[in-house]
Structure formats: structure tokens, C-alpha cells
């Protein structure tokens, strides 16, 4: 009787364990596949939801950073104080409901910026008197980090813009604002 070398034992176990591996990668490759694909589904469908909550979430701002001229030459806003509106939305219950969503199904920079804009409303919330220059760079930096981060959060995570490149489109201070030259 011949004697068996070693290698005729590899070749043997490995004609053995090469399908069974090849399985296994099969399995787990289609595993992570689905996975993979769920997350996708499952961001596609987040996505439309939050382009809700966002666009709701951003309206007091809206209100509250447009111009007067503006705001009294839509018909139905003549007589109107913006500044009342927009604070009256904020306070509301439905906009509660809407903060409730977003932190609920926003990414964690965004309600992390979110956060630090209503930290600072509640913290300035006695004052009165028109903010100084610096705190209406702090109120407008923070919401520039927002809608920063609301933008990443839809697909441009890897903008070069910042947070004052955000606001200078609808703000014709925004320039001067950002390095302290507002007079």
C-alpha cells in the first residue's frame, strides 16, 4: 500500500471546503446586500419626511429674516407684524410636534444644530432691547449651521461651504456680518 503525502490530504479537504466556503461567502455577501439595500430604502423613504419637517421647521425663520417691504407686499400679510407670526409659530404646538419629529428623524448634526439655535432663543428669550452686532452674528451663525447641516444631511456631505455661505443668499449684510464689520 502506498503511502499518502500530506498533500494529497490538502488537496482532499480542500476539494472538501472550498464549496462550503463559497457558500458561506454567498450567504453572508448576500446578507450585507440586503442589508445594504434596507438602508437605502429606508433613507429614501426618511428623506421625503424630512424635507417636510425641515421646510416646517424653517418657516419662523423665514418669516422672521425677510424683509418688512417684503413681507407687506404679499396681500395677505398687510397689517400683519412678521415678528409676532413667526413667534407665535415657534411657540405653537404643532411646531412642538414638528421639533418632536426632527428629533426624532433627523441625523445627529442637525438636531444638534438645531438644538444650539433654540438653546440660544431660550437664553435670549427676556431681552428686549435689539441684539448687539456680536449676538446677531451668534443668532445667524448658529442658523447657518443649521441649514448646513439640514444640506449635508440631504446628500452634500461633502460642501465646501460653511455656515455664513448659507445665509449670504438671502442676507445683504451676511459679508459684513461675518467679520464684525456691521455698523
Do not use: C
Amino acid at each position: 500500500m502506498e503511502e499518502k503525502h500530506w498533500i494529497e490530504y490538502v488537496s482532499a479537504v480542500g476539494s472538501i471546503a472550498t464549496p462550503i466556503l463559497v457558500l458561506l461567502l454567498t450567504a453572508v455577501g448576500w446578507k450585507y446586500r440586503k442589508s445594504f439595500e434596507r438602508k437605502i430604502e429606508l433613507e429614501e423613504k426618511l428623506r421625503k419626511d424630512r424635507i417636510g419637517i425641515y421646510n416646517s421647521i424653517l418657516e419662523p425663520f423665514i418669516i422672521l429674516l425677510m424683509t418688512d417691504a417684503a413681507w407687506q407686499s404679499d396681500k395677505k400679510n398687510k397689517n400683519k407684524d412678521k415678528n409676532v407670526l413667526a413667534t407665535s409659530q415657534m411657540l405653537s404646538l404643532e411646531y412642538r410636534k414638528l421639533a418632536f419629529q426632527l428629533s426624532l428623524i433627523g441625523n445627529d448634526a442637525v438636531v444638534r444644530s438645531y438644538n444650539d439655535l433654540m438653546q440660544y432663543f431660550y437664553n435670549h428669550a427676556d431681552e428686549t432691547e435689539t441684539p448687539s452686532n456680536d449676538k446677531l452674528r451668534e443668532m445667524m451663525s448658529l442658523l447657518g449651521n443649521f441649514l448646513l447641516e439640514i444640506r449635508r444631511s440631504m446628500g452634500n456631505e461633502t460642501t465646501k461651504l460653511d455656515n455664513w455661505s448659507m445665509l449670504e443668499w438671502f442676507m445683504t449684510d451676511a459679508r459684513k456680518l461675518r467679520h464684525g464689520n456691521l455698523a
